[in-house]
């Protein structure tokens, strides 16, 4: 693949959900390209479709119309290439730290000593060194989020999907991980798409963000984040002085985005 | 992060904690003493109610044994039904000692043994076949529920024609008794696994075996144990019946026939053997699950 070419695209994708009483369109007709090492948001109103795209990005299931790429080729299911971390941690209580960080490799069948050694790798890249042989019961939730983290970077993914990865932690803990996980990504030179209800999160961690609107789900309007805040970790850029006027014009959008949708909830 | 860890300490290190604190200085020296001093008192505490409970458990035991024993003796109760302790422990000291007891012990508990780890294995089998097919456990749900809700026992004549009166027959009717129930209650569980560890496994590509054999299993592990214990009692009936019904040896069998030649010490003597033997397997279970169960996982 080339470096031209967008590492994901959404073509022309809409998504319906059929059930017993009937079917409703959760995304309309969305257009929407990443490049390669960019790091988009998602933020919207409840309702506005928002995990359904990341389900679709992530192939778990596909589209009931248009195309899914990835690379420059069409999704057909969960793949190595492609990361995702959720809400939760979902660490198997029973596996040790060091066997939960290299769950997606066993499932993958690589266990080469190359592919241990970058798990112990990892894991001492975001601060685990020394729980490798622990259990998830031992550690607090913040320690469990970033052992999620390495489980999905063990893979060697090109792209992240960030599910709302930091909001059932505290404050303080959450803006460690901000920063953890975006040097990290920054580092590897990964691509990722973030979806999250906080808009200061959106701002602080992204290159571009995507306000969506709902009823049905589709985008709004793109925001680009300008270069100087770009450059800082997430915490510094929370103080950036030009910080406040890109979180008020999120606001401003997401507001009559808000409205234009109903309170069709 | 760390001070997180910090609000829970493994319970082990406790009392490590308190004696190294030893060396410090007079002040520091006070403070573990005072703390090893309410932990002394603490365990004190544990200790005497522990004490009480075991003794009273005892007393009761003791009256009851006794009560009985002067019941029989002085014919308030009729000592040819109801027998009493001492005459009951000379049926058992003569027949342990003359050897007559052993093989009827040994075929009940060999068959009781068969009987719940075979039926945890079956119905285990059989509830990740419903769980694999989605299908089937939807065809076959009513007909669980029917067979279920069955007096299994009813079932004994049929086995025995169709299997002959023998061992066949009686670990028949014992996984009856068995089988279904761990079916419904472990396929209920691993439908019931965690949504988030299922789709963990899905987006890391995981096939549905891996699905099985990474989450679903090691998830039901706990419910398997205990279905195991469960499995104990209800093997202890079905065996129990299965021996009324056609055995030739067996403590059911001595009860049958202790009843037909009106000899209720024998009767009384083999219930006592029963509860032992079922008292200590449920106990070696239990060990088991402990073993298998704590190893590393979460206190949920």
Known sequence: MDDKSPMLELRGVSHVYVGRKGASLAVDRMELAVGHGEFISLVGPSGCGKTTVLSLLAGLFPPAAGQVLLGGKPVTGPSAKVGYMLQQDCLLPW???????????????????????????????????????KYPGELSGGMRQRVALARTLAPEPDVLLLDEPFSALDMHIKMQLEDLVQATLHKLGKTAVLVTHDLAEAAAMSDRVIVLGRNPGRIRKEIAVPEAIRRLAPTEARKHPSFQALFDALWVELNAGEREGGSHE | MSDDKACHPAGGDKEAASSEDNGGPHGGDDRAGWLKGLHAAYRRRERSIGAAVLSVQLLLLAAFVLLWEAAGRLKWIDPLLFSYPTKIAAQLASSSADGTLWPHVGVTVAETAAGFVL???????????????????????????????????????IFIVAMGQGFLSILSVTLSMTVIVTTIGIYNRFRDSEPGLVKVVRLLGGTRLQLFRLVILPASFPVIISTLKVNVGLAWVGVIVGEFLVAKEGLGYLIIYGFQVFNFTLVLSTLVVIAAAATLMYQGVALLEKKLVSGGREPS
Not at chain 1, 108 to 128: D, P, Q, S
Not at chain 2, 136 to 151: G, M
């Open chain 1, 95 to 133: 596996r040790t730290i060091r066997d939960n960080a290299g769950l997606g490799l066993d499932i993958a069948g690589r266990r080469a000593a190359a592919e241990r050694n970058r798990v112990e790798m990892l894991l001492e890249e975001v601060g685990l060194a020394g729980t490798e042989g």
């Open chain 2, 119 to 157: 039926g945890t294995l079956i119905g285990t089998a059989l509830a990740a076949l419903l769980w694999w097919f989605p299908f089937v456990s939807k065809v076959f749900d009513p007909y669980l529920v029917v067979f279920n809700s069955l007096p299994k026992v009813a079932l004994g004549p």
